[in-house]
């Protein structure tokens, strides 16, 4: 509960640090690191006593989708962890596609295919990312426009979110390096490999 009052409290200073457009969507950059979100509830108008979900960014204005453009030729992942109240099942949809779900558990994305320390949501997310405890996505993306809608699936009869409202997650979008740059690196290792063996064997001899 601390660490979500913190992020109330710094919300105002690292907003102007998030992508959102005043088209009613967050706006997601390549190499932007962590970002923040939240789903809260209204009352639903047609079922009186119940709710509906909605996406908001983080200064609390509801948006209707994550915005994604991919230049990279490599294409990008993106990536969403749920944090602070553990026990939340999110479930991502991209345009028309079907949903994808995470629920808390293992993160079997790792190791990282990026700096999982960076963006202006790091100290959020950074952790639950690694952490069993919370829920996490991640797909790959070709190059193109995307709009991602984000659910919480944790919710009570009345449709009101089963953790408490507003629930915060974190979501990222990093460039998948071409072929021909993993193929650099990895002959780049085996320079490096290669001489460390030499100096070896003449501190051997």
């Known amino acids: 509960m601390t660490k979500f009052k913190t992020l109330l409290m710094s919300a105002a200073v690292l907003?102007?640090?998030?992508?959102?457009?005043?088209?009613?969507t967050i706006v997601l950059n390549e190499g932007a690191g962590w970002q923040y979100g939240q789903?809260?509830?209204?009352?639903?108008?047609?079922?009186?006593?119940?709710?509906?979900?909605?996406?908001?960014d983080v200064s609390?204005?509801?948006?209707?989708?994550?915005?994604?453009?991919?230049?990279?030729?490599?294409?990008?992942?993106?990536?969403?962890?749920?944090?602070?109240?553990?026990?939340?099942?999110?479930?991502?949809?991209?345009?028309?596609?079907?949903?994808l779900t995470g629920k808390p558990g293992i993160n079997n994305y790792q190791p990282d295919l990026f700096n999982n320390n960076s963006g202006p949501y790091a100290s959020f997310f950074a952790a639950d990312w690694s952490s069993s405890s919370f829920a996490h996505l991640q797909v790959q993306l070709s190059m193109g426009d995307y709009t991602i809608t984000v659910k919480d699936l944790s919710t009570n009869?009345?449709?009101?979110?089963?953790?408490?409202?507003?629930?915060?997650?974190?979501?990222?979008?990093?460039?998948v390096p071409e072929p021909a740059s993993w193929?650099?690196?990895l002959v780049g290792l085996g320079g490096l490999g290669g001489a460390l063996r030499a100096r070896r064997?003449?501190?051997?001899?």
């Open 201 to 205: 064997k003449s501190v051997t001899a």
């Open 39 to 56: 789903i809260a509830n209204i009352p639903n108008a047609k079922k009186p006593g119940t709710f509906l979900q909605v996406l908001q």
């Open 60 to 99: 609390g204005s509801t948006v209707t989708a994550i915005s994604a453009d991919v230049d990279n030729p490599g294409g990008a992942t993106f990536s969403l962890t749920d944090g602070f109240v553990a026990g939340d099942t999110y479930s991502i949809k991209i345009g028309t596609q079907t949903s």
């Open 157 to 175: 009869k009345d449709g009101s979110l089963k953790f408490g409202a507003p629930a915060g997650f974190g979501f990222r979008l990093d460039a």
């Open 15 to 24: 907003a102007s640090l998030t992508s959102v457009a005043s088209a009613s």
């Open 183 to 185: 193929a650099m690196m």
